[in-house]
């Protein structure tokens, strides 16, 4: 079966320090994966996405992502953080077959520390 | 350029009353979803509607059942709401139910049985 799961569900970090969340997942096949933001009181906003295309995938907001299938991660990575990128974090992996919704993690929350 | 709107934001139900979840997408999408997101649970599938016509049960449909109404609406229906149905609603929709189709979120609605 296929999951997702993301190492810490709280992660703090320096202003203008290395930004790391962790996604590790599971699948029978090759994945389909994608990282969203929930800021405060919001929807989820698409971050980036995986297709196959290429193992470094660059989102929005200077965040980006890099594909290892030896280590099946999708870890989210920012050079220097920004007290706006303040929010919760979740990675999701699409579900096999037709039905094309989203399997997600139970996603990390990031605080940022001036 | 609204994209997935819910209605309401917020709600305050009483054991044992119903209440209709509204969303509707301006984006030509086929495809829409019913999630619940709890603290620590992530976001968990409560039904699907992959096309105008036809729906499908998610991970968690107990308690819950929905119409899709028209290629922009899919409203969730709670007949007899439970203390345990207390969460954050969100309404998604995607250009289609396949593999690999990402998937764009409402603000959510927030529930709470009391």
């Known amino acids: 079966a296929q999951s997702v799961t993301q190492l810490g569900s709280h992660v703090s970090v320096s202003e203008g320090a290395l930004v790391l969340l962790r996604c590790n997942y599971s699948s029978s096949v090759p994945p389909y994966l994608f990282w969203y933001v929930q800021y405060p009181n919001q929807g989820l906003q698409l971050l980036l996405k995986?297709?196959?295309?290429?193992?470094l995938v660059k989102g929005i907001n200077g965040f980006e992502a890099e594909f290892k299938k030896s280590e099946t991660s999708f870890h989210l990575t920012k050079p220097s953080a920004h007290m706006s990128d303040a929010a919760e974090y979740f990675c999701?992996?699409?579900?096999?077959?037709?039905?094309?919704?989203?399997?997600f993690g139970k996603g990390t929350k990031l605080s940022v520390k001036p | 350029n609204a994209g997935v709107t819910q209605t309401p934001k917020f709600q305050v139900l009483k054991t044992g009353q119903s209440m209709t979840l509204q969303c509707a997408q301006d984006m030509n999408h086929n495809s829409m979803y019913w999630y619940r997101q709890d603290p620590g649970m992530g976001l968990r599938l409560i039904y699907y509607?992959?096309?105008?016509?036809?729906?499908d049960k998610g991970e968690v449909p107990n308690g819950y059942n929905v119409s899709r109404l028209n290629k922009r609406e899919f409203s969730l229906r709670l007949e007899s709401a439970a203390p345990s149905q207390t969460s954050v609603y969100f309404c998604a929709s995607s250009v289609r139910a396949g593999f690999g189709t990402e998937a764009f979120f409402g603000q959510g609605t927030r529930l709470t049985v009391v």
């Open positions: 995986y297709t196959s295309a290429a193992t």
């Open positions: 999701a992996v699409s579900r096999e077959g037709s039905q094309g919704n989203l399997i």
């Open positions: 509607s992959a096309s105008e016509g036809t729906t």
